[in-house]
């Protein structure tokens, strides 16, 4: 029986167009005088070729999966084969994908395959010089850029015996660039994200009672996620329960602490859909509230509602904070808040907040298909005179001539 595998993406994947991609980067490129992209990073390989590279992620392998982008034509990704059937499926023909041993046995009908013993650990140094091949063969090559700050002392020393440190740029600003002005496609893909990670925190905060374990939360945080997972696009591994009464944290809040009525419970985070995250933050209370951390919730729900009024192209970002802040301040309830940033752009980061944040010196200048969460957020300890963890954030879309709103926040602690 012969088998021929087709290509065979997401039907979702299937509407993004690599070119788009690949002519944004070329455009930064040209203005940097750099020849070809050297991309490490796992998104930033994402971005350039359509594809995910699990080992890189997971493991934590730095340079098993590159990809080279050169100022003119295609982008090459090079993977490991445990990872060529998947990249060749997923990507377009836009994409040349060339391979190199790794550890597994793979028979591909070839009696090659079948005699030649795999390697036994996998060389990302094998991978880098077929990179080096592709780079070379570029006409009129020069200069490359990459990830400097990314890269291993080690594949930085080979980068600068390959092509000579006179010839290595930073490539960050290419990808920052070009990252945050968004494709109609990546704006369907993080309206996605947050509209499944709303329904599901809507979901979670009506099933919470008092005495139910923080863990209990985060339980049912995964399974109505899945439930909720209209699209089957979802990765649910980035999402947090943050605070549930006197305690807050990313990873140390107590998932043994059992809710307590009166409780604020604060959910941060999101879910990410074929490779772009959501970040949503809600707040709301375990029963009645009491009367000071309603009063503190209110005056965040009016700063957030300044700050989104001013969504729009041609604003500051660093207007928007200083309206935010001074809208916190002059309350009586919150009169200090030194808080870093009031929102950050999004979307495919990991750690979900991107370049350029609503921050205090931030110049940079609201233009049409920016994605951005605006969130207004105060953490209290059992040391401070406020009670509770407490944060709305939503995400939008600049458009034309405003904004377009993904999710809503509730601007109650108590939750209908």
Not at 37 to 42: D, G, I, W
Not at 100 to 109: A, T
Not at 325 to 333: E, G, L, N, P
Not at 352 to 363: A, C, F, K, N, T
Request: glycine share 8%; net charge negative; proline share 5%.
């Amino acid at each position: 029986m012969n088998i021929h595998v087709e290509k065979a993406p997401h039907p979702l994947l299937k509407k993004r167009n690599q070119k788009e991609f690949v002519e944004k980067l070329q455009r930064q490129m040209e203005q940097k005088g750099i020849d070809a992209l050297l991309v490490y990073k796992p998104e930033h390989l994402y971005y350039a070729t359509g594809y995910q590279p699990k080992i890189s992620e997971i493991a934590g392998y730095v340079g098993i999966n590159l990809a080279v982008v050169p100022a003119k034509g295609d982008a090459t990704l090079i993977v490991t084969t445990l990872e060529l059937e998947a990249a060749m499926s997923i990507t377009s023909d836009d994409v040349q994908v060339i391979s190199y041993p790794s550890w597994v046995f793979i028979d591909d009908g070839t009696e090659a395959s079948r005699k030649s013993p795999s390697a036994a650990e996998i060389d990302a140094f094998t991978g880098l010089r077929k990179a080096a091949e592709v780079i070379k063969g570029i006409p009129g090559f020069r200069t490359l850029g990459t990830e400097i700050n990314f890269v291993t002392v080690p594949h930085w020393e080979a980068l600068c015996k390959l092509f000579g440190r006179e010839n290595l740029v930073d490539s960050s600003e290419v990808f920052t660039r070009s990252r945050m002005i968004k494709t109609k496609w990546e704006i369907d893909m993080l309206r996605l994200a947050a509209k499944h990670n709303e329904r599901t925190m809507y979901r979670v905060a009506q099933a919470v009672k008092p005495g139910m374990m923080c863990a209990e939360i985060d339980h049912l945080m995964n399974l109505y996620g899945y439930e909720e997972d209209r699209e089957f696009t979802a990765d649910l591994n980035l999402f947090a329960t943050e605070a549930a009464g006197p305690y807050f944290g990313l990873s140390g809040i107590a998932r043994g602490y059992k809710i307590q009525e009166g409780d604020i419970v604060r959910f941060d985070g999101g879910f990410r859909h074929l490779g772009y995250v959501s970040d949503l933050a809600r707040c709301f209370s375990v029963g009645q509230p009491e009367p000071e951390a309603e009063e503190i919730y209110s005056v965040l729900v009016e700063s957030f509602h300044r700050g989104i009024a001013l969504l729009k192209p041609g604003t500051v970002m660093k207007d928007i904070y200083h309206t935010m802040v001074d809208c916190v301040t002059a309350s009586k309830v919150l009169p200090f808040y030194p808080r870093g940033h009031m929102g950050h752009s999004v979307g495919m980061n990991k750690g979900l907040e991107e370049y350029p944040q609503v921050s205090p010196s931030m110049e940079e200048v609201l233009v049409p298909n920016m994605v951005v969460c605006v969130e207004a957020p105060v953490w209290t300890t059992g040391r401070s005179s406020h009670f509770g963890a407490f944060s709305i954030e939503d995400t939008f879309v600049i458009t034309e001539d405003g904004c377009e709103r993904f999710t809503h926040g509730n601007e109650s602690l108590i939750w209908k």
